[in-house]
């Protein structure tokens, strides 16, 4: 059981909900947060069914996402308080997108999607915030998809790597070879390890071997 409401409150779709009506819920629901030790096994598995509503509600997941195509993967971190993958709870795809497991040791709140229509949907206040969070990712997707007028090789790939990070203002990592980067930009081997080599000498990304790492919120324009 949670005693600690205004912890609760703090955390994204529950935000501006009463301690009464979480009381009220916590009654029906039992909700309780699971405390898990840090650990290199996922917690979830990219392709999973997204069957609960999913909180972090503190310490830091690794996310890391496998293309289709199995040319890439990408790593970023998730910090708490956060909820995870909202928008893939229901639609045609309800399965995660990427593969989480706890960097630091973490605290996980989750409840089951039957419940979410019996009894979160009749709050307000949680439809409310619901609407905002996925309105935000469909915004978020469609702005990724606008045609951009792009003239040189390094804006292709900022634009390349932008879509991969969005929104993502820590250190993320991209494991790829160096020849399907070019080709998913459409350029040389050679012009995109110059690219890269002039970043890594600016401090911009840390070069290593079939993977670099891009420093802080360069990945979202910065």
């Known amino acids: ?40 096994l996922p917690l979830i598995r990219q392709g999973d069914t997204c069957s609960q509503l999913l909180w972090l509600v503190e310490g830091e997941l690794e996310r890391e996402h496998v293309s289709p195509d199995d040319t890439y993967t990408t790593r970023s971190p998730l910090k708490g308080p956060a909820v995870i993958e909202v928008d893939r709870l229901f639609g045609l795809t309800p399965t995660y997108e990427h593969t989480y497991r706890a960097k630091t040791d973490v605290k996980m709140l989750s409840i089951s999607k039957s419940q979410i229509g019996s009894h979160l949907m009749k709050s307000v206040v949680f439809r409310f915030n619901l609407l905002n969070a996925l309105s935000a990712c469909a915004q978020k997707r469609a702005a990724a998809l606008r ?15 932008d879509k991969l990070f969005p929104d993502n203002k820590d250190n993320v990592e991209l494991v790829i070879k160096m020849k399907d980067l070019a080709h998913y930009i459409g350029e040389r081997r050679l012009t995109v390890s110059g690219i890269l080599n002039r970043w890594d000498k600016g401090g911009r990304i840390r070069l290593g071997r079939g993977h670099f790492t891009i420093i802080g919120a360069f990945a979202a324009g910065a």
């Not at 009381?23 to 290199?40: Q, T, Y």
């Not at 045609?147 to 790597?161: I, M, S, Y």
């Open 1 to 40: 059981m949670i005693n600690d409401y205004a912890l609760l409150t703090r955390l994204p779709l529950l935000q501006g909900i009463s301690s009464t009506e979480l009381l009220g819920w916590e009654e029906v629901l039992r909700l309780g947060i699971d405390e898990l030790p840090a650990s290199s």
């Open 147 to 161: 045609p951009r007028q792009l003239d040189t090789a390094e804006e292709r790939l900022e634009h390349f790597l």
